[in-house]
């Protein structure tokens, strides 16, 4: 598999198409009834102007890692020479390494439109020689957001280890220099203070991607809006929620075409 390449920009059509074989910043306080907040102080599910009470927000607002964080987010937006094959690619994934307290969380992928083209996801272990997961997905890929489940492939992620991992599109099985590629950095880390315990209230699932958000988690983030976005893929509040985290992470593009 070749090594991360290329940037690239990216775009987005909303919905959800499953394939495949298919120390973190501590968790805000939740404010005292009828107390206001200050700025910096929200809590998830919430935004606040200063002098104001706080409100409910409207979309979950992603609050990356304060920690140093290998870069992330690498190639995307590039197009296939062929007329038949004609797309954007990218990995739904932050510019910075993202995390997760996943053991065996799902990776999603953007492509613009359909390819009859080879697609391989790939997993790469950095204290290891081989790939941890090497896959070629079933074709033809259709256009859409793409899931690929660590679970349903037998992976689990090591806590504190970055992960490299990508997809791509082989345009030339005997000149893969033209492979076209995207991908990014997840790692697995442990829960900040206090999520376990909100978690364990078992809140309404539709509060996952801002409790996620709110936490840096941002595979987390992205795994639960999305499954609500394949239960219920007609609603339109699920995905303006997806489109606004993607933006946050600069892929605006991405942002815009899913609402």
């Given at each position: 598999m070749k090594a991360l390449g290329t940037v690239v920009a990216s775009t987005l059509i909303a919905?959800?198409?499953?394939?495949?074989?298919t120390v973190l910043p501590a968790v805000a306080q939740e404010p005292k009834p009828g107390t206001q907040t200050t700025p910096g102080t929200q809590t998830p599910g919430t935004q606040t102007t200063p002098g104001t009470q706080t409100t409910a927000a409207t979309v979950p607002v992603y609050k990356p890692p304060l920690r140093g964080a290998p870069a992330g987010r690498v190639g995307g937006g590039t197009r296939s020479g062929s007329g038949r094959d004609m797309f954007v690619l990218s990995a739904l994934v932050p510019a910075d390494s993202g995390l997760t307290i996943s053991e065996q969380p799902a990776l999603y992928w953007f492509i613009s439109g359909a390819t009859t083209l080879p697609v391989e996801v790939t997993i790469s272990d950095p204290r290891a020689v081989q790939p941890l997961l090497e896959t070629r997905l079933p074709g033809p890929v259709q256009p859409g957001v793409h899931r690929i489940k660590l679970a349903d492939h037998g992976v689990r992620l090591a806590p504190g280890v970055a992960y490299q991992w990508s997809v791509t599109?082989?345009?030339d099985v005997n000149?893969?220099?033209?492979?076209i590629l995207?991908?990014?950095?997840?790692e697995r880390v442990e829960a900040?203070?206090?999520?376990?315990e909100k978690l364990a209230q078992t809140p309404p699932s539709e509060q996952l991607p801002f409790i996620y958000a709110e936490a840096g988690l941002w595979y987390d983030a992205l795994a639960s809006i999305s499954d609500l976005i394949e239960i219920r893929p007609n609603d339109a509040q699920l995905q303006k929620e997806r489109s606004a985290l993607l933006t946050q992470v600069g892929l605006p593009e991405i942002g815009e075409a899913g609402r």
């Open positions: 919905g959800l198409v499953t394939v495949g074989t599109v082989i345009s000149r893969r220099s033209r492979d995207a991908g990014g950095v997840i900040p203070t206090g999520l376990r």
